[in-house]
């Protein structure tokens, strides 16, 4: 059975003005019929830095999948710039999790750069000279420039994720969604993406970034989401990142779960 079968119906979703880079209504996403995802409602505002922070399984790599289309939704709305993903995608840049990229794809760093001009002019075009140096800059920025024509494969961990940021910016996107950029890069990768994202957000950019580390938080990120399984809190760091909403985000994963569990089962009728 379906689960969006399941669920309660729900009233029209509010409306949200266009300046909103992204408007997220009764979001839940479930595999197999077990939630991952529980009505997750959240606006977020313009030109921030925002860290998604929870304990492994909260959902926070579902949640930008599920913003960007890449997993099914259950139910829910998800807005971007007051229009749906489809209808905005050249306004959304997207940097995934650098375990889940085929490295041995015969390519070079400019190639994969260059692809983040694909939304500007069509895939089936080729990429010219104009756009070809769009992504030379972008390599610049993130001090790679020396390794544009050396294979994918051949470069480091730190480079490799630096690669996939360059690709992001060459998008020249408003809304960037970054899943654990920081994860196993080292010193000198992490500063250069501390100060991409400050740059970013000096040219008015957003950016939702999956975080682990709790120790960083509030030196990188100027608003947050605490999520596990549910929005637990999100707001301005300095408001959210408190003992008290820690604690709740990681110390109940197994109760929010229980929780979601007996409401699908009291939906579908089936005695505990």
Known sequence: MNLSSLLPSSPPAPTHPPSVPLAIDDLTVAYHEKPVLWDIDLDIPEGKLVGI??????????????????VPRASGRVMIYGQPYKKHR??????????????DFPVSALDVVAMGTYGRIGWCRPVGKK?????????????????????ISQLSGGQQQRVFLARALAQDARLYFMDEPFAAVDASTEKAIVTLLHELKSQGK???VVHHDLATV????????????RVVQAGPTKEVFTRENLKATYGGKLSALVEAGEELRKMKGVEK
């Open 53 to 70: 922070v929870g304990p492994n399984g909260a959902g926070k790599s579902t949640l930008i999948k599920a913003c960007l289309d890449l």
């Open 90 to 103: 050249g306004l959304v840049g997207y940097v995934p999790q650098r375990e889940s990229v085929d490295w």
């Open 131 to 151: 756009h070809k140096q769009e992504a030379m800059e972008a390599l610049e920025r993130v001090n790679l420039a020396d390794y544009a024509h050396r294979q």
């Open 206 to 208: 957003t950016c939702l």
């Open 218 to 229: 509030s030196e990188y990120f100027d608003w947050l989401i605490l999520l596990n399984l």
